[in-house]
């Protein structure tokens, strides 16, 4: 597909836009899923594990903010990781990325 693009006129910065947003979407998308992931089973756990008196054992709280900072890490984390392979693919010459 990198070679597509690049054979249908998108530059070397198009390329590696595509890349960085990819990265940015898929970290944003895991933080969300994350996010409601923990606090189903922080529900789940405070609603059935119960001790010997009816009463949770333990108070477990996901402070918004905290749940906000980690998606921002968790995007941040998707961008810097996209960025080895979004220069890689926009310094591939057109041609060769078809053949590959």
């Given at each position: 597909e990198i070679g597509i693009l690049r054979a249908m006129g998108?530059?070397?910065?198009?390329?590696?836009?595509?890349?960085?947003?990819?990265?940015?979407?898929?970290?944003?998308?895991?933080?969300?899923?994350?996010?409601?992931?923990?606090?189903?089973?922080?529900?789940?756990?405070?609603?059935?594990?119960?001790?010997?008196?009816?009463?949770?054992?333990?108070?477990?709280?996901?402070?918004?903010?905290?749940?906000?900072q980690v998606a921002v890490l968790a995007t941040v984390c998707g961008v810097l990781a996209a960025i080895a392979p979004a220069r890689r693919a926009a310094a591939m010459d057109p041609g060769q990325a078809i053949r590959i």
């Open positions: 998108a530059t070397r910065a198009q390329v590696l836009r595509v890349f960085l947003v990819q990265g940015a979407v898929v970290g944003a998308v895991g933080s969300v899923l994350g996010i409601a992931l923990a606090v189903l089973m922080i529900w789940l756990f405070t609603t059935f594990v119960r001790g010997a008196d009816g009463q949770p054992l333990f108070s477990i709280a996901l402070p918004p903010l905290l749940a906000l």
